[in-house]
């Protein structure tokens, strides 16, 4: 181990740790990678953390960061030259709102494809990451104990066979919009990349681009998404500005609507039955998942597809960011916002008070 380094407990295969992993390189952070074997898991994870999960960030002082968005924070009141956070007001809320559409809604299509098509090459990552120790045959036999939960957590996710269809269609439609964009721009809000590129590129680096019958799609539908996936990975330290004038380019216009609706429905309902769970309990601590609750897809933009998925406060968490942001803007730069957003017919849940709110403690969800 060497002084004075960040350590990064991860793994290729892991959504969170790519996003992390783009930005400790972009903001030239000196850290070194740990594969976060069983007896990571087991020596520093779980006694650190309380819990297993990836990626956590330990600090050259030995404080132990877990959430990327809580590691990104902590790191840009540290590293605050070239922020990945945009100054100005449409920027800075869509980049937010993105990160949360790349961290927690676009776990569907990476979920799905992974393991309803990548399955024996994911077994075998995962059986090497925990026991890079053993030989091919066990390390299989490994992953496919490890991978079990992650598996079983489609149907959890939404993700059975009413969806499929509506999640490959959205998917393949997302996967085309961004080439577009990307033709034109390096990043989602222009030569700089931004806490929404980093939401981004959890399942698109991972999942969408890295296991190999993903990979394929990606490059055969988005060869520019393929190029932004791998400028992110390896992206030029402190590069790049943002777009002037607050401009949001058009090209992201098919993305933001497809957020609007299809995760904004979700966030919706998950406020308003996190309000009457936090009526009813006195608990500090939050479930990870209070019920199961219908959300709706659209497929071949007409016909519609409703299913259950679980309820998850932590979505709560992240969106109150956007939110707080929205709603302490000065009048004009909300009146900006205003009339850019309300076509897409977003602000109805950026203007929903939230009645309980949610911060992080000791790597838990509580009451704020
Ligand atoms: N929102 C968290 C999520 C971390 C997360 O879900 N990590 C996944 C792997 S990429 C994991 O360890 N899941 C195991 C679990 O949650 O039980 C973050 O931003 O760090």
């Known amino acids: 181990m060497s002084k004075g380094k960040y350590r990064l ?54 404080e132990t960061l877990q959430d990327t968005t809580v590691i990104i924070d902590a790191l840009e ?19 937010l709102l993105l990160e949360l559409f790349g961290d927690e809604w676009m776990k569907l299509p990476a979920m799905h494809y992974r393991w309803n098509y990548n399955m024996e090459f994911v077994v075998a990552e995962f059986g090497a990451l925990s026991r890079p120790d053993l030989g ?24 059975t066979e009413a969806t499929t269809a509506a999640i490959e269609e959205s998917y393949e439609a997302l996967l085309k919009h961004l080439n577009v964009h990307f ?43 393929v190029e932004w996936v791998k400028r992110m990975y390896d992206p030029e330290p402190g590069a ?4 002037a004038d607050d401009v949001i380019p058009d090209s992201l216009d098919p993305i933001i609507q497809r957020m ?10 998950t406020i308003c039955k996190l309000e009457e769970w936090l009526d009813r309990h006195t608990e500090e601590d939050i479930p990870r998942a209070i019920g199961m609750h219908e959300f709706t897809l659209l497929k071949n933009t007409h016909k519609e597809v409703t299913e259950q998925r679980g309820i998850f406060p932590y979505q709560q968490w992240m969106f109150q ?6 709603n302490t803007l000065d009048e004009e730069s909300r009146r900006t916002i205003d009339s850019y957003l309300t076509p897409f017919g977003a602000l109805e849940l950026l203007q929903t008070p939230i009645r309980h709110r949610l911060r992080i403690e000791n790597f838990n969800l509580v009451r704020a």
């Open 321 to 326: 960011r956007a939110h707080d942001y929205y």
């Open 77 to 95: 009141e540290k590293y605050p030259v070239a922020s990945v956070y945009p100054v100005t007001p449409k920027q800075h809320l869509l980049a």
């Open 240 to 243: 790049g500005e943002f777009l």
């Open 260 to 269: 609007v609706d299809e995760q904004f429905p979700v966030l919706k309902d």
């Open 183 to 225: 033709e034109k721009y390096q990043f989602l809000f222009g030569d700089r990349l931004s806490i929404g590129d980093l939401g981004l590129i959890g399942p698109l680096y991972a999942h969408l681009y890295r296991d190999p019958a993903s990979g394929e799609i990606m490059q055969h539908l988005a060869p520019r998404v």
């Open 136 to 159: 091919k045959e066990e390390q299989l036999e490994v992953g496919r104990r490890t991978s079990k939960n992650f598996a079983g957590s489609l149907p959890f996710l939404g993700v």
């Open 9 to 62: 407990l991860g793994g290729e295969v892991s959504y969170f740790t790519g996003k992390t992993r783009s930005y400790l390189r972009f903001k030239e952070i000196p850290f070194d990678e740990v594969l976060a074997t069983r007896d990571v898991y087991k020596n520093e994870i779980v006694p650190r953390v309380g819990f297993p999960v990836v990626p956590v960030l330990i600090t050259p002082d030995d």
